[in-house]
């Protein structure tokens, strides 16, 4: 008689995804995506999406626990193209003085603000959502997406005011800069009452980005040294 082995203490096999499961994965993923992007988290509700995705209910506990971590699977989607745009922004030449990197970070920037085409279309409206009603994924989101550029940017201000990156100066004029770019993006309340402000070609993005980079730069240089507190001055 052949002996069988005994697999006790190895560790077990998990088994392949079959290709069945896989594409109702995607559907599902894919049909999140898109009622997340156009409705924000609260408002879609998992019916929504598995009638979408032509799945049954119970696909969506299945492939992702819940509706939250079916979201958080879309975030990571928006987190690995953010990646790549964050990447370009804070790409300046080998040897850019810390002026070159401001600017080559508004000039790429900016164009994304004012006309998201492509994944950054749907990830603007994702985030919209996002900032008008947080979900538990915010603070991944600040961490994965948004931190990497502030803290890139607090570097190249705290070279430029020659200081240290927690200097209280150095996020106040982050903030300023971002608050300048982020006028551009697409806001129907804005279009309405500031419609000709609007950049219209590429030749007005670039003159704006140009303007705000500037005006950031002669502004961040014309900031005065903090005060020394009194509690720092040593008395004779």
Same mark, same amino acid.
């Given at each position: 008689? &052949?002996?069988?082995?005994?697999?006790?203490? /190895?560790?077990?096999?998990?088994?392949?995804?079959?290709?069945?499961?896989?594409? +109702?994965?995607?559907?599902?993923?894919? *049909?999140?995506?898109?009622?997340?992007?156009?409705?924000?988290?609260?408002?879609?509700?998992?019916?929504?999406?598995?009638?979408?995705?032509?799945?049954? %209910? *119970?696909?969506?506990? =299945?492939? #992702? @626990?819940?509706?939250?971590?079916?979201?958080?699977?879309?975030?990571?989607?928006? $987190?690995?193209?953010?990646?790549?745009?964050?990447?370009?922004?804070?790409?300046? &030449?080998? @040897?850019?003085?810390?002026?070159?990197?401001?600017?080559?970070?508004? &000039?790429?920037? /900016? !164009?994304?603000?004012?006309?998201?085409? @492509?994944?950054?279309?749907?990830?603007?409206? %994702?985030?919209?959502?996002?900032?008008?009603?947080?979900?538990?994924?915010?603070? #991944?989101?600040?961490?994965?997406?948004?931190?990497?550029?502030?803290? =890139?940017?607090?570097?190249?201000?705290?070279? $430029? $005011? @020659?200081?240290?990156?927690?200097?209280?100066?150095?996020?106040?004029?982050?903030?300023?800069?971002?608050?300048?770019?982020?006028?551009? *993006?697409?806001?129907? #309340?804005?279009?309405?009452? #500031?419609?000709?402000?609007?950049?219209?070609?590429? +030749?007005?993005?670039?003159?704006?980005?140009?303007?705000?980079?500037?005006?950031?730069?002669?502004?961040? &240089?014309?900031? !005065? $040294?903090? %005060?020394?507190?009194?509690? *720092?001055?040593?008395?004779?």
């Amino acid at each position: 008689m &052949r002996r069988r082995l005994s697999t006790r203490g /190895l560790p077990k096999r998990t088994p392949r995804p079959r290709a069945h499961d896989v594409e +109702t994965r995607q559907r599902l993923l894919d *049909a999140a995506l898109h009622l997340f992007t156009e409705h924000g988290f609260s408002k879609t509700s998992v019916r929504d999406i598995c009638h979408e995705a032509g799945a049954n %209910l *119970a696909a969506v506990n =299945y492939h #992702f @626990g819940d509706k939250l971590g079916l979201y958080m699977d879309v975030v990571r989607v928006a $987190l690995d193209a953010i990646r790549e745009m964050n990447d370009v922004t804070m790409q300046a &030449r080998e @040897g850019s003085t810390p002026d070159d990197k401001l600017r080559h970070y508004v &000039r790429t920037y /900016l !164009p994304r603000i004012v006309k998201p085409e @492509g994944q950054a279309s749907w990830i603007h409206k %994702l985030m919209g959502h996002e900032m008008t009603e947080p979900t538990p994924a915010a603070q #991944f989101i600040t961490e994965q997406m948004i931190l990497p550029r502030i803290r =890139y940017l607090a570097v190249v201000v705290s070279d $430029l $005011l @020659g200081c240290s990156a927690d200097d209280p100066r150095v996020n106040r004029s982050i903030v300023s800069l971002q608050a300048q770019c982020l006028f551009y *993006a697409p806001d129907a #309340f804005r279009d309405a009452v #500031f419609g000709d402000w609007r950049p219209r070609t590429p +030749t007005e993005v670039d003159a704006i980005a140009t303007h705000i980079a500037e005006f950031s730069l002669a502004g961040i &240089r014309a900031i !005065p $040294l903090p %005060l020394i507190p009194e509690t *720092a001055i040593v008395k004779a």
